[in-house]
C-alpha cells in the first residue's frame, strides 16, 4: 500500500498529511507515540479523502509533542508502517 507521510520531519504548529499514491481498499489510520506507546490518532484513510491532522492532536499526548511517532497504516491486504518525526 503506498502511502505518503508529510512534511516529515514536521515542524511545531504544522498539520501532518497523509495520502494514498494509488488506489487501494479504504484503510485504517492509528498514529502511536513511540516512547509512550499512547495511541493519539486513529481515522479512516481513502484514496480520495487525504487526511490533514491538526498539529494539536499531539500536543494532547501525554508525552511532549515533540518526538517519534510511529504511523500505521492497514486495511485487510496488508499494512505499512512509518515514522513519523515531530520537531
Same mark, same amino acid.
Given at each position: 500500500m503506498?502511502?505518503?507521510?508529510?512534511p516529515?520531519p514536521?515542524l511545531?504548529g504544522l498539520?501532518?498529511?497523509?495520502?494514498m499514491? *494509488?488506489y487501494v481498499?479504504p484503510?485504517y489510520?492509528? $498514529?502511536t507515540?513511540?516512547v509512550t &506507546?499512547?495511541?493519539?490518532?486513529? &481515522?479512516?484513510?481513502?484514496?480520495?479523502?487525504?487526511?490533514s491532522?491538526d498539529?494539536?492532536?499531539?500536543t494532547?499526548?501525554?508525552? *511532549?509533542?515533540? &518526538?517519534?511517532?510511529?504511523?500505521?497504516?492497514?486495511?485487510?491486504k496488508?499494512?505499512?508502517n512509518?515514522?513519523? $518525526?515531530?520537531?
Open positions: 503506498p502511502i505518503i507521510v508529510y516529515n514536521t511545531k498539520p501532518v498529511n497523509i495520502k499514491t *494509488s481498499d484503510a489510520v492509528e $498514529i507515540n513511540l &506507546g499512547e495511541r493519539v490518532f486513529t &481515522g479512516k484513510l481513502e484514496f480520495s479523502n487525504p487526511l491532522i498539529y494539536s492532536v499531539f494532547k499526548s501525554k508525552g *511532549s509533542s515533540f &518526538g517519534i511517532y510511529n504511523v500505521k497504516v492497514f486495511n485487510k496488508s499494512v505499512v512509518e515514522k513519523l $518525526i515531530m520537531r
